[in-house]
């Protein structure tokens, strides 16, 4: 089983920065895909932001041009560096790996953006 550890979530003001940390057990070259997601309480988890391996990266519409998702594979990790937090942020945040044969998830970061 791939072990997902997540960092970098917190409370924060509108218009703040933060950047979350996904740190994987197994070199995260290994798979065709690395994201994060969201949810918020009465809504669907979304996707945020992933990029394929050798690929373009890929953001939901909320969230172009405040967000970058990228990844060092030296460490196995992968960031979502956020600026410009508004209110409608606000969700548990989930770093997903995937390829044909897994579909890993972390254990998700709350983040919080007050008005």
């Not at 791939?2 to 218009?15: A, D, I, M």
């Not at 508004?86 to 579909?103: G, H, Q, W």
Request: net charge neutral.
């Amino acid at each position: 089983q791939v072990h997902l550890v997540e960092s970098g979530g917190g409370l924060v003001q509108s218009g703040g920065s933060l950047r979350l940390s996904c740190t994987a057990s197994v070199p995260i070259v290994s798979f065709n895909t690395v994201g994060w997601y969201r949810q918020a309480p009465g809504k669907q988890r979304e996707s945020v932001a992933t990029i394929p391996h050798t690929g373009i990266e890929n953001y939901a519409e909320s969230v172009k041009g405040r967000f970058t998702i990228s990844r060092d594979s030296a460490q196995n990790t992968v960031f979502l560096q956020m600026n410009n937090l508004k209110p409608e942020d606000t969700a548990v945040y989930y770093c997903n790996l995937r390829d044909v044969f897994v579909n890993s998830w972390g254990q998700g970061t709350q983040v919080t953006v007050s008005s």
